[in-house]
């Protein structure tokens, strides 16, 4: 019996960051998906079947923070990992919830982005995730 590989979905607006970022989860023996929008993510019909979410804050539309807000209204607790550009932002997300892994800051070493998704995937493999609240 095959074992299921865990579901890493990337959101983020600038495509060579998705890109980067699903070829490193691949090379770590993950399924990866990736998204250009929060609206699209939404749409995703595996999307309760994430293991880790890693999203960008700041994106056109709906942000990684609202999508957070989202998820959590909708009852469903993904751990995640939000990448942002502007400095200082992950104070911001301080408080967000548990399902909150990491807050990591572009450009951020890949070793530091592996990490924050090992810890999402042994969360979510002990099923330690639990519900958010903001």
């Known amino acids: ?3 299921k590989k865990p579901l890493i979905a990337i959101v983020d607006d600038d495509e060579s960051m998705r890109e980067a970022i699903k070829g490193l989860m691949r090379s770590l023996g993950f399924d990866a998906e990736t998204f250009s929008s929060a609206e699209d993510y939404l749409g995703f019909p595996l999307l309760r079947s994430t293991t880790c979410l890693v999203t960008d804050i700041h994106m ?12 959590v209204a909708l009852g469903t607790s993904i751990p995640t990992v939000l990448i942002t550009a502007f400095p200082g932002e992950e104070a911001r997300t301080r408080g ?8 990591l800051t572009k450009p ?3 070793q530091d982005l592996v990490d924050c998704i090992l810890s999402a995937v042994a969360r979510g493999s002990d099923g330690q995730s639990g519900k958010a609240g903001i």
């Open 1 to 3: 019996m095959q074992t």
């Open 108 to 110: 951020f070493r890949e």
């Open 96 to 103: 967000l919830g548990a399902d909150i892994i990491c807050s």
């Open 60 to 71: 056109p539309g709906m942000s990684g923070l609202d999508l957070h807000r989202r998820l």
